[in-house]
Nanobody, 120 residues
Framework: QVQLVESGGGLVQAGGSLSLSCAAS????????MGWFRQAPGKEREFVGRIYWSGGIPGYTDSVKGRFTISRDTAKNAVYLQMNSLKPEDTAVYYC?????????????WGQGTQVTVSA
């Protein structure tokens, strides 16, 4: 019954900013980490970044370092992606992920995806 609900995204001009949110709910679980992937048209899904619940230190793929920031709210089981200095090549469907421990087993859940479009 775990669900990830994403919000945010949309259309922005190059150089602009957008933010995404994602919250996990339903059932009983312990969050290990939450993060973001993206998939551009005709390309494979790629890792964007992740933040671990313990310690809260995020990691990013090289192409977004210095432009994107991941943060978390442990009380809300939520993760956020602040995207600045957006480029047309950032255009993709962005997917939230949650790595959860449920009764001793580990699972990865995916959000429904949200479109981010950056115009030149």
């Amino acid at each position: 019954q775990v669900q990830l609900v994403e919000s945010g995204g949309g259309l922005v001009q190059a150089g602009g900013s957008l933010s995404l949110s994602c919250a996990a709910s339903g059932g009983t679980f312990r969050t290990t980490s939450m993060g973001w992937f993206r998939q551009a048209p005709g390309k494979e899904r790629e890792f964007v970044g992740r933040i671990y619940w313990s310690g809260g230190i995020p990691g990013y793929t090289d192409s977004v370092k210095g432009r994107f920031t991941i943060s978390r709210d442990t009380a809300k089981n939520a993760v956020y992606l602040q995207m600045n200095s957006l480029k047309p090549e950032d255009t993709a469907v962005y997917y939230c992920t949650a790595d959860l421990e449920i009764y001793g087993a580990n699972y990865r859940y995916w959000g429904q995806g949200t479109q981010v479009t950056v115009s030149a």
